[in-house]
Structure formats: C-alpha cells, structure tokens
C-alpha cells in the first residue's frame, strides 16, 4: 500500500492537485508551490528532502545571471521616471495623429520602443494609460480598441529585450540569455507590427471607432524631425549600446545590465526629473520587485526539486513522448498546457515549475530548445491579456482615470483581437523558426 502512494504517479497527481487547491484559495504564489515541495518533500525523503531542496535552490539563487535581474529592474524603473514617454508620444502624435487609427498606432509603437529600455509590464502599461488612454478617449476612440491597444503593446515588454522573463528562463533551461535576448528581438517586432497592422486595417474599414486628428498639421517636417530625434536619439543609443555589447560579445548580460542602469540614471538627470525621493523610489521598487522574483523561484525550485526526486519528470516524459500524432501533437498539448496555467498562474512560477520539467524532453521532441523556449515565452505573452489573470487588464483599469468611463468588459473586449494576433505569430514562427533562430546565429 505504502509502495502505492509513494508511486511516481501517485505522487505527480497529489504534488499538481495540492499545488492547484493553493492556489486556487488565493494565497500569493510563492506559499502554495514552496509549502507543497516542502510537505511533499519531508513525507517522502524525510529530513534529506532538505538537502535535496538546498542544493537546487541555491544553484538557481546564486546563478551568474541572476545579477542582471534588480539591474535591469533599477533600469527600467528609472527610465520610467525620466519622463521620455511624454516626450516620445507628443513627437509620435504629430507624425501619426492625422491618420485614421495613428493613436493607437502610436501606443503599440511606444510600448515597443519602451519593451526595449523598461521591460517591466507595470511600468509601461501605466505610463501608456496615463499619457496615450486620455487622448485617444478624447479625440472619439471606442474604448475597446483604445484599451486593446494598451495592453498589447505595453505588454511587449515582456518579450522584447531586457525582458526580465528571459533573464529568469535562461537559468532555468540552461540556456544563454543573450542568446534569448537576441532570439526575442524579431519575435517581439513580428507581433509589434501585427498589431499595427490590424490597427490600421480596421480603422480604414471602420473609420469611426478611430478617426484621424487635424491639430498637428501646423508642425513643419523639420520640426517634426526634430522632436522625433531628440525624443527617440537618447533611448536608441540606450538600446543599442546595451544590446550592442551583449551581441557582440563585449559584455554578458549582467555587465551590459549595470551600463544600463548607470545610463537610465544619466538620462533622467539630463531630463531634469531625477531626485532624492525618484532614487528612493526607483531603489525601493527594484527591491519589491527582484525580492519577489526570488521568493518565487526559491519556493517553485523546492516543489520542482521534490517533484523530479519523485519520478514525476519521468511520468511527464512519458506522457507527453506517449501523445498520439508524434511530436506535434506533444508540441500542441505543451502549448495548451502552458495557455491554460497562464489564465491562472504568475508567469515566474510557470517557469520554475514547467520549464526544468521540460527541458529535458525538447531534445527527444527533436526540437531545438533555443526556438522552443522562444515559443513558450511567446506563449506567455497572452497570460497578460486572459482573464482571469491578466495583468495587463489589470494595471489598465487601475491606472485610468474614472472620468474616462473604461470599464473592464471594455477592455476585454479589446484584448481578445490581440489574443488572436499573438496566436498567427506563434503559427508564423512555426511555418519560418528562422524568425526566433536567424539573430542568434549571427552572434
């Protein structure tokens, strides 16, 4: 009897049932998964689950990598405080206000411009909401494609490079992280320029749910130029010497990270925004914010670390390798799996718990990991837009003014085309994995 509930099996279905009650009785994350692996743990190795947990806990702590987490944080966080969004959307309007759509337009272009120097979902959908959400309510927008809009392109930071998704999947796949940065960058302006493009068909065909601005057309093209350099040429040469070091192999992640963060500072110095109090800010947020990056990981290495002692990687091998249809078919079943946790589960403990499951299991799928890693993290970029644990929806909807009139059907209802368009581009990067793979192989 005893044989029977230490079973591999048994064990896989009461570690994810547990896991499931926990966190559907709403307490944070971290408690559930940490406080499963510990239990689970004890009950099955008694007091060597301990060491068992230490060692993988403190190798995925004490990774390298790890390092460029509060960095781009602190980077993206102070940048937030620079005031460069204003400044960015006021030289964007003027070139693209007079088009049908060209507000929303502006926002997907912001948050990808933004993606690239913020990486922090929070941070750019409220700065989006706060500067662009007025403008377009103003000006005659439906409130479902102004809110879409937002939260689409605001949540590209969380793919786009310094993504702080990809610093934490590098580690735990084994994977370099410039190589995953480098791998995100056509991706993330692959789903960029879908969602313009919808935005901009669909205001032809229905020119009332976005018309065209007249109020700028009194700038001259040089003015125009020059609002657009002087707003954009700082953020470029932020991006490009970030990034540039890390393809060039100049600097690793964590060393480009520091440059950053000590560039952002700069930057918000020269724009005259920064004090005491944005230091302490900006100090305080990182500080929450890697803290609970962490917290998570510790507590999902512990579950993952009892999880693989068990035998359940092997039951999840098994089941998976066992799929009818080959490995598509086991690629489809991944994917949906990792769409359902997202509606559910916080992106960082999706990653602790099913990536070290997987990784062993992509060789064997014969799919290279740097593209199926890429295809997750895609993936994942639709657990901000779907309810019920949406981040984006979320931020949005407690950042925008009540005067506004944004309720959450609203803005749901403006998710669900950019649900749709992250799907083609999932497919895009099936039928050409040069897309993800094309970069990387030029480092």
């Not at 995925?60 to 400044?87: C, D, Q, R, W």
């Not at 735990?172 to 960058?185: D, E, R, T």
């Not at 890390?246 to 560039?263: H, M, N, R, T």
């Amino acid at each position: 009897m005893i044989d029977i509930l230490t079973s591999p099996e048994v064990v896989t279905i009461f570690m994810f049932g547990a896991l499931l009650i926990g966190v559907i009785t709403g307490f944070p994350l971290a408690l559930p998964i940490g406080g499963v692996g510990v239990i689970t743990g004890y009950l099955l190795f008694g007091p060597n689950a301990f060491d068992i947990i230490y060692s993988r806990v403190y190798d995925i702590l004490t990774n390298y990598g790890m390092i460029a987490v509060p960095l781009f944080v602190f980077m993206g966080n102070m940048l937030e405080k620079s005031g460069i969004a204003e400044k960015m959307y006021d030289a964007l309007y003027v070139w693209f206000g007079k088009f049908r759509g060209g507000l929303a337009i502006v926002s997907v272009l912001i948050g990808t411009i933004m993606a690239a120097c913020v990486g922090i979902i929070a941070a750019s959908i409220t700065m989006l909401t706060l500067v662009a959400l007025p403008s377009m309510i103003r000006r005659g927008y439906d409130k479902s494609l102004a809110t879409g809009s937002i939260c689409a392109g605001g949540s590209l930071g969380i793919l786009i490079p310094p993504s702080i998704m990809l610093i934490v999947y590098g580690p735990a796949a084994g994977i370099s992280v410039g190589k995953l940065f480098m791998g995100a960058f056509i991706p993330g302006f692959v789903l960029s320029g879908l969602y313009m493009l919808y935005i901009g068909i669909r205001s032809y065909f229905q020119p009332e749910i976005a018309p065209a601005s007249i109020e700028n057309e009194d700038f001259s093209f040089a003015k125009k130029t020059s609002m657009l350099l002087i707003s954009i040429g700082p953020v470029a040469i932020l991006i490009f010497s970030v990034m540039g070091s890390i393809y060039f192999g100049l600097a690793s992640p964590s060393e480009a990270a520091a440059v950053g963060a000590a560039a952002a500072t700069i930057l918000t110095i020269a724009y005259g925004h920064f004090t005491w109090k944005v230091l302490k800010d900006v100090a305080m947020d990182t500080i929450k914010l890697t803290a609970m990056v962490l917290l998570i990981a510790g507590c999902s290495t512990a579950f993952v670390s009892v999880f693989l002692s068990a035998g359940g990687g092997d039951v999840v091998a098994n089941l998976i390798l066992s799929v009818p249809g080959g490995h598509w078919m086991a690629f489809a079943l991944i994917m949906l799996i990792a769409f359902i946790l997202g509606m559910f589960i916080d992106w960082i403990g999706i990653i602790f718990i099913l990536v070290p499951i997987l990784a062993p299991i992509v060789p064997k799928l014969g799919f290279n990991p740097l593209w199926f890693a890429m295809m997750i993290i895609v993936n994942l970029q639709m657990s901000f837009l779907t309810p019920p644990f949406a981040y984006a929806i979320f931020f949005l909807k407690g950042a925008a003014a009540p005067e506004l009139g944004i309720d959450t059907a609203d803005i749901i209802r403006g998710v669900i085309p950019f649900i749709g368009l992250i799907m083609i581009g999932l497919l895009l990067m099936i039928a050409f994995p040069q897309i993800i793979l094309w970069l990387p192989g030029t480092m």
